[in-house]
């Protein structure tokens, strides 16, 4: 079945960078893009760009531009979210989504599980 | 503050219907799709509603999605105890840095 296995738990001292994995099964992997979405405790959605596995083209949204890097290993099927300059504010869970559509139909139709990036001193 | 509006929270007892509003503008829901999607307590957001008003496999007829002009809908019918989540709508915004978007959030509570 078609899923995404992120990476385990980080913890990680403020000014730090954090990688995140994102291993996606089932379907393939150069077809669809891949998102990056946090979510912190009791918080709404916040999207933070997209990358497309073909290509490696990406897209960040401007709050994240500068401090994130979005890259991928089609070999093994797997896109990594980076974070860099962490501090206490990007304590939060990670999710990675499927983006399907084109233009302005754009959605997310699987998503991994989540990984808890805490940032503490 | 997030791009799309919606409320914080709504309820209604087993059996009811309930909607959710979400509300834009023209850069985003006024010229795109909107999705909708749930995520139950403690796990992670799955889609429920694309394009509007399409439901991917699986997703019961109970729930369905509409937008006119730069709002949108989620209907929810027959609740049950086990539709207390938390519901997102999101879309493209095509604004200057085109991005994804996301209301803040509504949680259902069924009485």
């Known amino acids: 079945q078609v899923q995404l296995v992120q990476s385990g738990a980080e913890v990680k001292k403020p000014g730090a960078s954090v990688k995140v994995s994102c291993k996606a099964s089932?379907?393939?992997?150069?077809?669809?893009?891949i998102n990056w979405v946090r979510q912190a405790t009791g918080q709404g959605l916040e999207w933070m760009g997209w990358?497309?596995?073909?290509?490696?083209?990406?897209g960040y949204a401007q709050k994240f531009q500068g401090r994130v890097t979005m890259t991928r290993n089609t070999s093994i099927s797997t896109a990594y979210m980076e974070l860099s300059s962490l501090r206490s504010e990007d304590t939060a869970v990670y999710y990675c989504?499927?983006?399907?559509?084109?233009?302005?139909?754009?959605?997310?139709?699987?998503w991994g599980k989540g990984t808890t990036v805490t940032v503490s001193s | 503050q997030s791009v799309l509006t919606q409320p914080p929270s709504v309820s209604a007892a087993p059996g009811q219907k309930v909607t959710i509003s979400c509300s834009g503008s023209?850069?985003?829901?006024?010229?795109?799709?909107v999705s909708w999607y749930q995520q139950l307590p403690g796990t992670a957001p799955k889609l429920l509603i694309y394009?509007?008003?399409k439901r991917p496999s699986g997703i019961p007829d109970r729930f369905s999605g509409s937008k006119s002009g730069t709002s949108a809908t989620l209907g929810i019918t027959g609740l049950q105890t086990g539709d207390e989540a938390d519901y997102y709508c999101?879309?493209?915004?095509?604004?200057?840095?085109?991005?994804?978007?996301f209301g803040g959030g509504t949680k259902l509570t069924v009485l």
């Open positions: 989504a499927r983006g399907r559509g084109s233009g302005n139909r754009y959605y997310m139709d699987v």
């Open positions: 990358m497309n596995p073909n290509s490696g083209n990406t």
């Open positions: 394009e509007n008003n």
């Open positions: 089932g379907y393939t992997f150069t077809s669809y893009d």
């Open positions: 023209s850069s985003n829901i006024g010229n795109n799709y």
């Open positions: 999101g879309t493209w915004d095509s604004s200057l840095s085109a991005h994804v978007v």
